[in-house]
């Protein structure tokens, strides 16, 4: 089930995910929507602590023009707890990116 996708329109950190319920995510899907490479941070934080190298999941990270990766994790490996957990990302170009998050709530 998608929990959630957006196009990132800045290249400013951008929330894509915050849960209120135990959530399970089982992938995360990046689109390159351009004819040029870019390069995507993605970050998971509890609380109100903001976006940095000490919660980032993947960092600076090229995905190649016009080309989707899928990132899969293990089954129950990656469980956002209900309390105020955030994916977020940030991409190197406006605009350029789609994230797609796939899990479930539960």
Request: aromatic content about 6%.
């Amino acid at each position: 089930m998608i929990l959630a996708q957006k196009n990132l329109e800045s290249t400013s950190d951008v929330v894509i995910l915050k849960n209120r319920v135990k959530t399970v995510v089982r992938s995360i899907i990046l689109c390159n929507v351009t004819t040029s490479n870019v390069t995507y941070r993605i970050y998971r934080k509890k609380g109100s602590s903001g976006f940095s190298t000490s919660n980032a999941l993947f960092y600076d990270v090229t995905l190649p023009a016009s080309s989707t990766e899928i990132i899969d994790f293990p089954e129950g490996s990656f469980v956002l707890s209900a309390n105020n957990e955030t994916i977020a990302a940030r991409c190197s170009s406006a605009s350029s990116l789609t994230i797609t998050i796939d899990g479930e709530s539960l």
